[in-house]
């Protein structure tokens, strides 16, 4: 089906809590796809507990919110229907609704995370490209609801996601929307056109693990790299072509870190894989330091100012700061932070939500951890990340989407 193309041109309104107009959270890890939050209003002083504006119930899932003008988009799981939907973000009220019929049985190590989704949505031009956890690829025009174009890749791969389920966040480069379709074994990491879906390019080397791709400049070319089944690749921006790649295996096959981007280089982690710095044109690539203090699992550290910001899965979840030009720790948590934790980093502020409903936030600058404010965000398990919009956050938990205030 050929996608009708429909531009957003909506009023730009701002709910009673929010002041000025931020920068739209339009993907996987905000507008940068680097976890930076542009314009965050940061109280003169904390307070000792957040305001809620509005809670509703939305579905199961880890995908994240987008938050864009005055809606809020969101894919989610209302029992075996995934659901796309639009609410406003003054008052959580839904205005539309896409649901397609996802039956999906989860791998049985993996039970308590649920059927998902696990990728979150982009948003371009007025359209939202969608992942679902068992490898469809979907376009929604973003005022309506309505259904664009929608790939499934049943008649292509005997498995159309990874063991846990697909997990890659959608990339937009130039007119195509890149994502890693297949599953354990065999796949393609594929560029399909904004308009109709159509193929333009694919690399078929191995199979999709959990990260999420990006963009980056590097040796003077433009490369979308990420994390595969067992490999680190980059790609040509333009023609899918390979440019260089080098053999990286968690256990069970639980590639999940999405790349960072340094200056000059690209970060990578892993479960029990430390943290390194890798540096390519189209030759092989060269490791500028790696560090086995400080691991990552299944959260993407945040760079600002030179530092890195993550949760090492070592002593049962670290908070740590790394500088990101060696490797060497600046501070770090005493540990039991928990299983893993979704990473923003404002200006001045980082903030660490775990999936304990925990939002630490930590002084940008600090030499030593020390939380400037702790709150509690949620009843539940808090996978998904959060979303900062002037002096709002927005929180997804298991079963509810919510906006606080701070």
């Not at 969101?74 to 639009?86: F, I, W, Y």
């Not at 990578?268 to 203090?293: H, I, N, Y």
């Not at 709002?392 to 298991?398: A, E, F, H, V």
């Amino acid at each position: 089906m050929t996608l009708k193309r429909t531009t957003l041109n909506l009023a730009l309104i701002l709910a009673a809590t929010a002041g000025t107009v931020a920068q739209d959270w339009n993907q996987w890890r905000g507008p940068g796809r680097d976890g930076i939050v542009s314009q965050f209003e940061a109280p003169e002083s904390w307070p000792g507990e957040l305001t809620l504006a509005w809670k509703i119930a939305v579905g199961e899932g880890h995908s994240s919110p987008l938050w864009v003008d005055d809606r809020i988009y969101l894919h989610s799981r209302m029992g075996e229907d995934e659901v796309v939907a639009a609410y406003s973000a003054a008052d959580g009220s839904k205005i539309w609704e896409n649901r397609v019929e996802t039956p999906y049985t989860m791998d049985s190590a993996a039970l308590d995370h649920g059927k998902g989704p696990k990728s979150t949505p982009v948003f371009h031009e007025g359209v939202l490209y969608t992942f679902g956890i068992s490898g469809t690829l979907s376009a929604i025009v973003a005022e309506t609801g309505e259904l664009g174009w929608r790939i499934s890749f049943g008649d292509r791969f005997e498995a159309t996601s990874p063991l846990f389920g697909t997990a890659a966040s959608p990339l937009i480069v130039d007119d195509v929307v890149v994502a890693h379709v297949g599953g354990h074994e065999r796949g393609a990491l594929a560029a399909f056109e904004l308009a109709d879906g159509k193929l333009r390019w694919e690399w078929t080397g191995d199979g999709p693990g959990y990260s999420s791709p990006i963009v980056i400049e590097m040796g003077g070319t433009r490369q979308i790299v990420t994390q595969s089944q067992q490999w680190i690749i980059a790609l040509d921006a333009a023609s899918g072509a390979e440019t260089w790649k080098m053999p990286f295996v968690t256990s069970s096959y639980q590639n999940s870190v999405s790349p960072v981007a340094l200056p000059n280089s690209v970060l990578w982690s892993g479960l029990d894989q430390g943290t390194f710095a890798v540096r390519s044109g189209l030759g092989a690539p060269e490791t500028l330091w790696k560090t086995t203090r400080s691991s990552f699992y299944m959260n993407t550290p945040v760079l600002r100012g030179g530092r890195l910001y993550g949760l090492s899965h070592k002593r049962r979840g670290q908070f740590v700061c790394l500088d990101a030009t060696s490797g060497e720790a600046i501070w770090g948590s005493l540990g039991r932070e928990g299983e893993n934790a979704a990473i923003l980093a404002t200006p001045q502020h980082v903030f660490f939500l775990t999936t304990d409903a925990r939002l630490v936030i930590v002084d940008a600058g600090a030499t030593e951890y020390v939380p400037a404010a702790e709150y509690s965000v949620a009843d539940s398990p808090t996978w998904a990340h959060p979303v900062i919009q002037g002096n709002s956050i927005l929180i997804k938990d298991l079963q509810h989407l919510a906006r606080w205030t701070f």
